[in-house]
């Protein structure tokens, strides 16, 4: 018996997971990611998840906020973008200054957490997940700040770490791991399109039950087609594009490079020619003193040639 054909995340999220009712499976993932539970009470809307010309760049943002109020940005992205880091640095920044209303203290500013789920290689590192946010240690004493009890009171914060954004690369393709664990179940699903029958991973029991191809209706399987042939073709056309690239580049380079060796081949053969009519001078030279009886050291200091060279002329 074939296992169950289950679709990708990404066209999940963006096409089928908008209902209030299959939050649990975005709470799920999120929850066992930051290891706390996460209750999502709304998807805000987001333009890079609406369906236009930009589709073609495989990008898929989920923005909701939890029940404290905080912002939880998902981001999958396929294809490579070179300013990543300041893309995210961007999004955060955005969501800050979208939730807050004009002439509203800083004390209604939330917690933002930046999820990237991303489908190429970024950076360099042995691992697959990758997590940070602002620490701040003292430049002295290496002590790290803390808030005061009045502060906590005020501000409603225990520490520095609640106000600050905090980051997650996933990087999918570097997953190589068996499933051990419940986020290593949903790594295996995020690449292989792959879950357990008998799993109890918080988000993945229901996305069995909503995420099925073929419990999909026609009209929807059409539609994941047609998304999964323009996936293929998007990132063959890279593919290419990334190899013309290579082979125009190497092109150029041993252009360049019959360039530059004919400059050093110019260069080397003045070099011998020079020293070659040097050379020819300095026995002229020798011949002249040596007819005029002068000692072979005295040639030899004014020439260069040595006791040897000098007897043979």
């Given at each position: 018996m074939?296992?169950?054909q289950y679709?990708?995340?990404?066209?999940a999220?963006?096409?089928i997971?908008?209902n209030k009712?299959?939050?649990v499976?975005?709470?799920g993932?999120?929850?066992?990611?930051?290891?706390e539970?996460v209750?999502i009470?709304?998807?805000?809307?987001s333009?890079s998840?609406?369906?236009t010309k930009?589709?073609k760049?495989?990008?898929?943002?989920i923005k909701a906020k939890?029940?404290k109020?905080?912002?939880i940005?998902?981001?999958i992205q396929?294809t490579?973008e070179?300013?990543?880091?300041q893309?995210m640095?961007?999004?955060v920044?955005?969501?800050?200054?979208?939730?807050?209303?004009?002439?509203?203290?800083y004390?209604?500013?939330?917690k933002?957490?930046?999820?990237?789920?991303?489908?190429f290689?970024?950076g360099?590192?042995t691992?697959y997940l990758y997590?940070?946010?602002?620490?701040?240690?003292?430049?002295?004493?290496?002590?790290q700040?803390?808030?005061?009890?009045?502060e906590?009171?005020?501000?409603k914060?225990v520490s520095p770490?609640n106000?600050?954004?905090?980051y997650?690369?996933i990087?999918?393709n570097?997953f190589?791991k068996l499933?051990?664990?419940?986020?290593d179940?949903?790594?295996r699903?995020?690449?292989?399109?792959y879950?357990s029958?008998?799993?109890t991973?918080p988000?993945?029991k229901?996305?069995?039950?909503?995420?099925?191809?073929?419990?999909?209706?026609p009209e929807?399987?059409?539609a994941?087609?047609?998304y999964l042939d323009?996936?293929?073709?998007d990132t063959?056309?890279l593919?290419t594009?990334?190899?013309e690239?290579?082979?125009?580049?190497?092109?150029?380079?041993?252009?360049e490079?019959?360039k530059?060796?004919?400059k050093?081949?110019?260069?080397?053969g003045?070099?011998?020619?020079q020293?070659?009519?040097?050379?020819e001078k300095?026995?002229?030279i020798?011949k002249?003193?040596?007819?005029?009886?002068?000692?072979?050291e005295?040639?030899?200091?004014?020439t260069?040639?040595?006791?040897?060279?000098i007897?043979a002329?």
């Amino acid at each position: 018996m074939s296992r169950p054909q289950y679709i990708r995340f990404d066209w999940a999220a963006k096409n089928i997971l908008r209902n209030k009712a299959d939050f649990v499976v975005f709470e799920g993932f999120i929850s066992v990611l930051v290891k706390e539970k996460v209750t999502i009470v709304e998807l805000l809307e987001s333009e890079s998840n609406k369906n236009t010309k930009d589709d073609k760049y495989n990008r898929v943002d989920i923005k909701a906020k939890n029940s404290k109020g905080e912002i939880i940005l998902v981001e999958i992205q396929q294809t490579r973008e070179l300013d990543y880091l300041q893309r995210m640095l961007y999004g955060v920044a955005r969501a800050i200054t979208e939730h807050m209303k004009t002439g509203v203290n800083y004390e209604q500013v939330k917690k933002v957490f930046s999820i990237n789920i991303l489908y190429f290689k970024l950076g360099e590192g042995t691992d697959y997940l990758y997590h940070g946010q602002t620490i701040l240690y003292g430049v002295h004493d290496g002590d790290q700040l803390a808030l005061t009890e009045h502060e906590r009171e005020d501000l409603k914060v225990v520490s520095p770490e609640n106000v600050f954004p905090e980051y997650y690369v996933i990087r999918v393709n570097e997953f190589d791991k068996l499933a051990v664990d419940p986020l290593d179940e949903w790594m295996r699903y995020l690449k292989d399109e792959y879950i357990s029958p008998d799993t109890t991973v918080p988000g993945l029991k229901e996305a069995r039950e909503r995420l099925e191809y073929l419990r999909m209706p026609p009209e929807q399987q059409r539609a994941y087609d047609h998304y999964l042939d323009t996936l293929v073709r998007d990132t063959d056309v890279l593919k290419t594009q990334l190899l013309e690239a290579r082979i125009e580049g190497r092109k150029e380079g041993m252009k360049e490079g019959r360039k530059e060796g004919m400059k050093e081949g110019m260069k080397e053969g003045m070099k011998k020619g020079q020293a070659k009519g040097r050379e020819e001078k300095g026995y002229e030279i020798a011949k002249s003193m040596k007819a005029d009886k002068l000692p072979t050291e005295t040639i030899a200091k004014y020439t260069g040639l040595s006791a040897e060279e000098i007897d043979a002329l």
